[in-house]
């Protein structure tokens, strides 16, 4: 159950906590590679065990089924694990760089040091992967954790202060669970750094905190993520990756397809495959959505209504509802939904959805859909549908976005050597691997002045120093 502190007590504790790793921070950074190893090891080795614990907490959170735990949670954790633990040692290690012919005499290199006191806000989408796995790039760069997760999930934030109460002492690794007074009270203290999963909106809250302090930050963030379908794609194959895409998770996955770009003469084709993929994933024996175990739920009311009213507002101003629609309040429950005839003057296409809504526009050539996609803010994500390279190319060419996919979904989070996150609106920093080891880490500038001198063209300046200098500065 969530902790609950009266409000002089709470910040009170919180600060007690703060100072006590403050404190312990320098002993944190002194740690060899294999002391971070086997603190990290710890975490794999309390998941592997309790992995029933984790299902059964996602489940009684939004009903999200074990299969998609294990896919969404703890597939990608474990590589990270894997992946960091086995080239730690070498990221560790000073980085030789290359010294100008005008320095002769010098050696520099780079050296990574931990930042110090780190807070970890994790978001309750994924909230235990989305927890952990940067605590696991955190300690790997030495750092000492605070983490807030979220109290939408809150069988899960209770796991994970259990596990983080079992693995480690409070001045390395400490949990507050609570609502957004605690989130409060650790914002107003001065961290090092503050990696932030979540909203556009509370990500512009952190960052605003974090300024107070001069505090870097990691912002991992969302928006509305296009996906194109052109005239060339596999329709069969796109259709069941965007229904996949779409609603693992209930849709409750911010590099989750926002809405679809189809090319006007495969419209029909495209929807029709696209109703037979989210039937053979949800209803294969042609039972209801509803019943199936596959199939996640909303997470509370609050965001139930939200989507509710989206569907309601859009179809009011025209919208279609050519696929599911059915709604039942008392389970949060939301059928895989697509909407056609969308126009931009809808919330539906204003905001991020969040939910297992997907609405389609067409379009006749690819300057047409590039425009609807970059009058809005740089998204999370851009999936590209095509066998035509050329196309495929001229889109990557006119876009920008955090990560683009050709020919699949949502895959780019599970692959540890490819940097993850935002631009500007959906993000700032990178994770995933050596990218998150370096967000937690100051990369540390070392000069070593090893013969030689630069006494040539100290004061007083001369003539012939001043030639010295010119001449330096013309063959640099």
């Known amino acids: 159950m969530t902790t609950v502190f ?6 009170k504790t919180i600060k007690t906590v703060f100072t006590r790793q403050r404190q312990h921070a320098r002993q944190m950074a002194l740690t060899t590679a294999q002391h971070r190893i086997e603190r990290i090891t710890r975490i794999k080795t309390w998941v592997m065990a309790h992995q029933l614990d984790i299902q059964q907490a996602m489940y009684d959170d939004f009903r999200k089924p074990s299969a998609e735990v294990m896919i969404g949670e703890l597939m990608s954790l474990y590589a990270e694990i894997k992946y960091t633990s086995q080239r730690l040692r070498q990221w560790m290690k000073p980085q030789r760089l290359p010294t100008p012919l005008s320095l002769i005499g010098t050696t520099s290199y780079l050296h990574h040091e931990p930042k110090g006191n780190v807070l970890i806000i994790a978001p309750w989408n994924y909230p235990f992967v989305l927890t952990i796995r940067p605590l696991v790039s955190a300690i790997a760069a030495g750092n000492v954790v605070m983490i807030k997760p979220s109290e939408l999930t ?53 960052m605003a905190a974090a300024a107070k302090h001069l505090a870097s930050v990691t912002l991992e963030l969302g928006g509305k993520s296009p996906a194109i379908v052109d005239e060339s794609a596999n329709i069969g194959q796109a259709a069941e990756q965007l229904a996949w895409g779409k609603f693992l998770n209930n849709g409750q996955t911010c590099i989750a397809p926002d809405y679809l770009l189809v ?10 495959a696209f109703g037979e993929a989210v039937r053979k994933m949800y209803s294969p024996t042609n039972d209801t959505v509803e019943a199936s175990d596959s199939y996640a739920r909303i997470v509370n009311k609050r965001h139930f209504e939200r989507i509710r009213a989206l569907v309601n507002d859009a179809v009011a101003k025209g919208a279609l509802v050519t696929l599911g629609g059915k709604m039942n309040a008392d389970q949060n429950f ?25 609405p389609l526009c067409t379009y006749t050539n ?23 390279r050329n196309n495929t190319q001229y889109i990557l060419d006119r876009t920008s976005a955090g990560d683009t996919v050709i020919n699949d979904t949502l895959l780019q989070f599970g692959n540890v050597e ?16 050596y990218f998150s080891f370096q967000e937690f880490s100051n990369q540390r500038g ?8 630069m006494k040539f063209i100290y004061p007083p300046y001369t003539d012939k120093v001043k030639k010295l200098i010119n001449f330096i500065v013309k063959h640099l």
Request: proline share 7%; no cysteine.
């Open 366 to 388: 690819l300057d047409e859909a590039l425009q609807r996609i970059n009058q809005r803010e740089k998204p999370l994500a851009l999936y590209i549908h095509s066998r035509n």
């Open 154 to 206: 809150p069988h899960t934030a209770a796991l994970i202060k259990r596990m983080i109460t079992d693995l480690f002492p409070p001045e390395e690794v400490a949990v507050f669970d609570g609502d957004a007074e605690v989130a409060q009270a650790l914002l107003e203290l001065p961290f090092n750094h503050i990696f932030f999963t979540g909203s556009p909106a509370i990500g512009r809250v952190v």
């Open 418 to 433: 490819l940097p993850f996150g935002g631009v500007n609106n959906s993000g700032l920093g990178k994770s995933n691997g």
């Open 263 to 272: 090319h006007q003469s495969i419209k029909e084709p495209f929807v029709k």
């Open 446 to 453: 070392v000069m070593q002045r090893n013969f030689g001198t």
């Open 334 to 358: 939301i059928e895989p939904t697509l909407l056609d005839k969308v126009t931009d003057d809808m919330g539906i296409m204003q905001e991020e959805i969040f939910g297992p809504v997907l």
């Open 6 to 11: 009266s409000k002089t007590d709470l910040s």
